[in-house]
């Protein structure tokens, strides 16, 4: 065997082209047990509706999913994506669009928010959880303003393999949290709060300089990279999905859609 096709193997490349913008990575789930996603802002949203279809058309053992999605994406998806009967599911809170029947959920991740302005970000993280195939509880505003909102939830949270906590304005939350239970906590700063909390800066700096072991902190705002770490814990604990993250020696290129 040549050294390139020992690096192929390695690598698992099998890449599918979607019109004259965009090569999707249609092996990422079974290399890296986290799917290609669609990342909408900035692509327009036919580039966007496409490349759904292309998703879900290569990687038929995965849903497919489309992340902070404008109007014209959510509105138009349930014609355009569910023509062949599947289920298609707009969630505007999100704004995720998915395509495809879910997995059997595993596992268990708790996500938290702060306030009701975190939700957002929060459904987002769920969806993605989702789509992973791994059980979720949401436990909503229990910010550290009311405290004791917090404290009827613990038991739960206990129990979690995971747990994500969505917050802005001091980004306090997650230090209080990681530091009642056993499983990582995600801390995900969003960019909810008055002027100096800076777009979601102040929140991140808190998690960051946090005292309390076993946090870790993702982008602002992130809250499909807060699930996508807390599906591969999941994965770490419950094994893989059902060819996720089972790599298949290939390299090879699709055109698609020109």
Same mark, same amino acid.
């Given at each position: ?109 708790? *996500?938290?928010?702060?306030?009701? &302005?975190? !939700? =957002?970000?929060?459904?987002?993280? /769920?969806?993605?959880?989702? %789509?992973? @195939? +791994? ?29 994500? *906590?969505?917050?802005?304005?001091? &980004?306090? !939350? =997650?230090?209080?949290?990681?530091? /009642?239970?056993?499983?990582? %906590?995600? @801390? +995900? ?35 499909? &990279? ?33």
């Amino acid at each position: 065997m040549t050294w390139s096709a020992d690096l192929a193997g390695l690598l698992d490349c099998e890449t599918y082209r979607a019109g004259d913008f965009a090569r999707l990575d249609t092996s990422r789930r079974r290399r890296t047990g986290v799917p290609e996603v669609v990342f909408a802002p900035s692509k327009t949203p036919e580039q966007t509706l496409r490349l759904l279809a292309g998703l879900r058309a290569r990687d038929p053992g995965s849903p497919a999913l489309a992340t902070r999605c404008p109007d014209e994406v959510l509105d138009a998806a349930p014609d355009r994506l569910g023509e062949t009967g599947e289920p298609v599911r707009v969630d505007r809170v999100a704004r995720t669009v998915t395509v495809g029947e879910l997995p059997p959920p595993r596992g268990l991740v708790a *996500v938290l928010t702060a306030g009701t &302005g975190d !939700l =957002p970000v929060a459904r987002e993280a /769920l969806n993605t959880l989702a %789509v992973l @195939g +791994v059980a979720t509880v949401l436990v909503d505003d229990v910010g550290v303003a009311g405290i004791g909102r917090l404290f009827p939830h613990v038991p739960r949270l206990r129990e979690a393999d995971c747990v994500l *906590v969505v917050a802005g304005m001091d &980004g306090a !939350l =997650p230090s209080v949290v990681a530091g /009642l239970v056993r499983a990582p %906590v995600v @801390g +995900v700063p969003t960019s909810v709060g008055y002027g100096v909390a800076a777009g979601g800066l102040a929140a991140a700096a808190t998690m960051l300089s946090s005292c309390a072991p076993g946090l870790t902190v993702v982008n602002i705002d992130n809250g499909f &990279g807060a699930a996508a770490h807390a599906g591969k814990i999941v994965d770490a604990v419950h094994g893989a999905s059902p060819d996720g993250g089972r790599p298949r020696p290939s390299a090879t290129t699709t055109d698609g859609d020109r």
